[in-house]
């Protein structure tokens, strides 16, 4: 039996490591085909706009985290001229048990991708682009050198749009995250997910820990010049004092813009949904985070890490959403 801790993960995402996951998240859980509360409802999508995004991102041979993780505001943001760029391939080689993008031993390697991202975000006039990646626990460097890469194209070819990324834990080395901040994105994101008590159960391999060092360690090497960012989940069963914990310690850790969203479980392989939280919940939530000091906070039922990014931070060009206004 191997003992390297980067080897790969073949467990389930329902049942992580043969475990009972009703015996943590409660059994009364909610069925995976049912009618959702009103306030899921959102357009289908498919405007002129989004088939252009579309059209693009298919040429250019881009992966979208808008797409692969099954976004359900995948049709208002791509309207709005505006998406999160995966890097890395589309296969992660962990397994969390809330997340739909597909997991198992990676081949893509594709040293031209950071030229080709930066040149559909010039293409598309954003003010504010977004860079994620799966998790590449099979390289050296954890996949920091592609993030280093995508953030010195997009300097060169579209050097008015700020960039954000959304990178993995790089498995708590500090060199890799070292060599990304050096690079000065504007937002460093980094998502917790869930409260600490889930880990076991949504993000196993993973450590609450970790990621907060991870955090706090890019707020000390970045100083002012990087905005820190980080997001959890609702609707595993956490409690609203179990959030509001975890917003402290997020706090503690030199965590300035938060965002809080509500799970939805993709297929019947994945975490079942204990409960759907009401929007009036949300807004006690961010109320309680606002009290803690954060900058900005963004929650709500429909939102994700990448959701109106571009309005997180201060800008410096001019326009509402991520489009720039003409020149």
Request: glycine share 8%; with cysteine; hydrophobic share 35%.
């Amino acid at each position: 039996m191997p003992t390297d801790d980067r080897r790969l993960s073949t467990r389930s995402r329902a049942n992580p490591g043969g475990m009972d996951v009703l015996s943590v998240l409660g059994t009364d859980v909610r069925p995976l085909r049912e009618r959702k509360p009103p306030w899921f409802k959102v357009p289908a999508p498919g405007g002129q706009r989004y088939r252009e995004l579309t059209q693009l991102i298919a040429d250019e041979n881009l992966h979208t985290v808008c797409r692969e993780a099954a976004c359900p505001n995948v049709g208002e943001c791509w309207e709005r001229g505006t998406a999160t760029f995966m890097i890395l391939g589309d296969t992660c080689t962990r397994r969390c048990g809330f997340c739909n993008v597909r997991t198992g031993k990676p081949t893509w390697s594709d040293p031209l991708e950071p030229a080709r991202v930066a040149r559909s975000i010039a293409k598309m006039g954003l003010r504010h682009a977004v860079i994620t990646s799966v998790d590449r626990d099979d390289l050296p460097d954890y996949g920091a050198a592609a993030f280093v890469g995508v953030i010195r194209q997009v300097r060169a070819q579209a050097p008015r749009c700020k960039v954000e990324v959304l990178t993995p834990d790089f498995r708590g080395q500090e060199m890799p995250l070292a060599k990304v901040i050096a690079e000065r994105p504007d937002v460093f994101n980094h998502n917790v997910e869930v409260v600490p008590r889930l880990y076991p159960v949504a993000r196993r391999g993973s450590r609450f820990e970790r990621s907060c060092r991870v955090l706090r360690n890019a707020k000390a090497i970045g100083g002012e010049d990087v905005t820190t960012k980080s997001g959890l989940m609702v609707g595993l069963g956490e409690t609203h004092e179990e959030m509001v914990q975890a917003f402290a310690i997020l706090r503690e850790h030199g965590v300035q813009v938060l965002t809080v969203g509500q799970y939805l479980r993709p297929t019947e392989r994945h975490l079942p949904v204990v409960r759907y939280w009401h929007p009036d919940e949300f807004a006690a939530l961010e109320q309680a985070a606002y009290g803690l000091g954060f900058e900005h906070i963004a929650a709500g039922p429909l939102v994700r890490s990448s959701y109106h990014a571009d309005q997180h931070v201060v800008q410096r060009r001019p326009g509402s959403g991520p489009l720039a206004a003409p020149a």
